[in-house]
Structure formats: structure tokens, C-alpha cells
């Protein structure tokens, strides 16, 4: 069976601060893969998505970047916080593209301060 | 402008009752609705989806209306019971893209026992 997991469970982060997320997912090949911001209280907007090792899309600009270094791992990552990117951070995968069924993950808490 | 609009913001039924939730699109060439259960402090999970060339699926309890000429879906929640209490996510996709999800911004169900 397929499983996702996402590390760190929640971080607090000073403003200015660097970040890294990742994302892991065990049990199938070659998954399709996307980063998602949820404010709190508010709906999902995906940042990025990944459909091939080492090829990452940028679906929308909020100062954070993703590589994607293995076929099962995804990263998010940003040099710089800003108060703005405190929210719940979600994995998630897919067999394919559009029309296929997205997985998420337990997601990550950030809190920038 | 929400390209996925969803209704009431939230909702609360009584234990045994039938809850409706409803959607609507913007984008005509939008084929793939999925819904998302969502707790708090945790990743969605997919409830139930359907593609544009059906009108209805059912999975237990559960049952999404899809609704073409009116851009329009709806999902249906039979037996309402206090652990269907979270937040519930209408998405769009198109089937052939790179799986970007358009997300509404969620209904809040309430069951009451």
C-alpha cells in the first residue's frame, strides 16, 4: 500500500528565516507530485507540481522554490521567510494528470513569527 | 474571481438527516470533480469524484449530482452522522493537464446528535 509522509509535523520560524519541507511517498513508481498552501481556515491553492524526477512547475509565485531529488521526494524550500507563509503546507500525489485522483498527506504547520 | 463556488459556508444538520452541499464552475472544459473531507489538523481526504460524463456516482452513504448545462454538482450525505462533522471541498480539474485542482472555498457541516 501507498504511503505519504511529510516532515517536519510543524515548525515555529522567525521571519527572515530559511525553510525546508519535504514530502516522501513509498509504494508507487514515478508519481505525479504538488505542493499545497492552505491558510488558515481556507481552501487549498497548489504551488507546485512535479512529474518527473528533477522537473518541477511553478503554478503560483509566493517566494518558494521545490525540487523534486528522487522519484519518491519532494522539497519545498525558501531562503527567506515572510509572515505571509505561516499556513498548513500539503503533499500530495497522483498516477497521472488531470482527471486522476489526488492523494494528500498529513500536512506540515508552519508558523512564522 | 472563485472559478469554484460552493454553498452554505456552513451547515449544521441533525444525526440521521440528509446534508447537501452544492457547487458550481466557471470553466466550461472542466471534467473531473473531486470532493475532499477535510478535519482540522489534518490533510483532506478524497470522499468521492465524478467526471462530466456521468451525472451521478454513489459510494455509501455518499452521492455527488453533476449537473452540465447548469455547471452545477452537488453532494449528498445521507444518514448524517456526528463523525461526518468537517469541512467538505469541492475541486475542478481538466482531464489532459498536469492535475491542477481548483479548489472552492469549502462548506463546514455540523452534525448535531
Known amino acids: 500500500a501507498q504511503t505519504i509522509h511529510q516532515w517536519p509535523v510543524a515548525e515555529i520560524k522567525a521571519v527572515g528565516s530559511p525553510l525546508s519541507l519535504g514530502c516522501t511517498i513509498k509504494g508507487k513508481s514515478s508519481p505525479n507530485l504538488y505542493w499545497y498552501w492552505q491558510a488558515t481556515g481556507g481552501t487549498l491553492q497548489q504551488l507546485f507540481y512535479s512529474i518527473t524526477v528533477g522537473q518541477v512547475e511553478s503554478v503560483v509565485q509566493l517566494n518558494l522554490s521545490a525540487s523534486r531529488p528522487k522519484d519518491d521526494q519532494f522539497i519545498l524550500s525558501t531562503e527567506k521567510l515572510l509572515l505571509s507563509h505561516s499556513g498548513f503546507y500539503l503533499c500530495a500525489w497522483s498516477l497521472a494528470g488531470g482527471g486522476a485522483e489526488q492523494f494528500f498527506g498529513p500536512g506540515t504547520r508552519l508558523t512564522v513569527l | 474571481q472563485q472559478q469554484v463556488r460552493q454553498s452554505p459556508q456552513s451547515l449544521t444538520v441533525w444525526e440521521g438527516g440528509t446534508t447537501v452541499l452544492t457547487c458550481s464552475y466557471e470553466?466550461?472544459?472542466?471534467?473531473?470533480f473531486p470532493w475532499y473531507q477535510q478535519f482540522p489538523g489534518e490533510g483532506p481526504a478524497l470522499l468521492i469524484s465524478i467526471l462530466s460524463v456521468s451525472d451521478k456516482k454513489e459510494d455509501g452513504r455518499f452521492t455527488t449530482f453533476f449537473n452540465k448545462r447548469e455547471k452545477k454538482l452537488s453532494l449528498h450525505i445521507i444518514d448524517s452522522q456526528p463523525g461526518d462533522s468537517a469541512t467538505y471541498f469541492c475541486a475542478a480539474s481538466k482531464t489532459g493537464n498536469t492535475g491542477k485542482l481548483i479548489f472552492g472555498l469549502g462548506t463546514t457541516l455540523q452534525v448535531q446528535p
Open positions: 470553466d466550461s472544459t472542466f471534467n473531473y
